[in-house]
């Protein structure tokens, strides 16, 4: 009977372990998923072929790529390490990123570069290019650091006045 009450409390301390994935495959619109699944989503580890030749080897969240890992995109480049909720940044200088945007739908592979705003806006990231050989603001990113300081000006000329 002791036997008996342990075999029963090692198959219930075991069931408690037990990871609720399973590893599968799945056609999203994107490309083809081959890992971890849960709930019908891509969830855990695994590896993205997507169609245009990239592959992505890592971590996904309900079919959101999010966490440790690497991808190979069509023309042999790697990056590698955190991606957050479908982005990955690369340092170029203390000035410019570059930006690696991968989703499971949709337009789902692109990169851009980003430039670090000035002054007051110096927190955010604004919309660059290259030209002739160096990143300068695309006029979209120009206009969002121009509304940027705008608004930054505004409410800190606001705060200053006092009774």
């Not at 989503?41 to 079919?63: D, L, M, R």
């Not at 790697?78 to 930006?99: A, C, H, L, P, S």
Request: contains cysteine; glycine residues 12%.
């Amino acid at each position: 009977m002791k036997k008996f009450r342990y075999l029963i409390i090692i198959i219930i301390l075991n069931l408690s372990f037990i990871n609720l994935s399973y590893s599968e495959t799945l056609n999203l619109p994107a490309g083809i998923w081959e890992g971890d699944v849960k709930k019908g989503k891509a969830h855990g580890k695994g590896v993205i072929t997507f169609k245009n030749g990239a592959v992505y080897e890592g971590k996904i969240s309900k079919n959101r790529i999010h966490g440790v890992g690497k991808l190979i995109n069509k023309d042999g480049e790697v990056y590698e390490g955190k991606w957050r909720y479908g982005k990955f940044y690369q340092k170029i200088d203390k000035k410019t990123r570059k930006v690696i945007i991968l989703q499971t739908k949709g337009r789902f592979y692109w990169e851009r570069h980003e430039i670090r705003g000035t002054d007051n806006a110096s927190r955010k990231w604004f919309a660059a290019e290259k030209k002739s050989g160096e990143f300068v603001l695309t006029a979209a990113g120009k206009r969002k650091m121009e509304l940027a300081l705008k608004s930054e000006n505004d409410s800190s000329s606001g705060s200053s006045s006092g009774c």
